[in-house]
């Protein structure tokens, strides 16, 4: 089977969407446990949870990018609001400073993120009008950092 990911030369720790390893810190309390991730071996796996990091709960209202995606939340010029109307930017804008002052801290190259997630998608984020094509806070604050960031599926 042909590795998903090339970890050939990364020489340090990988961040990792808790999620993805298990941990049941997705909006609704579930986890989307990635086979594939979890049977890694010699690498350093580091789980984080942008939401939870940021002080949001689990399980919480499920939230939509409004206004942009990730980068131009990370800009000022979008937002992030949950289900019930709420705006939980602050919180989100927090939670990814304290993944990548981690990222920074523990000399992080790549980052393996939840696809769709306001916080970690790579490609595809939910927005106010829908699927739409972009990043989420998190992964657009990684990959200002020159971090790789990539999704459950190796996309980058």
Partial sequence: MKDRFDLSGIGGPVLVSACLLGVSCRYDGTTRRCAYITGLHDVHLVPVCPEQLGGLPTPRPSARLEGGDGAAVVRGEAG?????G???TGAILHGARQVCLLAG????????????SPSCATHE????????????VTAAMLRDMGIAVVNEDADE
């Fill in 80 to 84: 992030v609001v949950d289900a019930s």
């Fill in 105 to 116: 801290l523990m000399g992080v190259r790549l980052a393996i993120l939840k696809e769709r």
């Fill in 86 to 88: 709420r705006d939980v």
């Fill in 125 to 136: 984020v939910w927005t106010t009008g829908g699927l739409t094509r972009g990043l989420g």
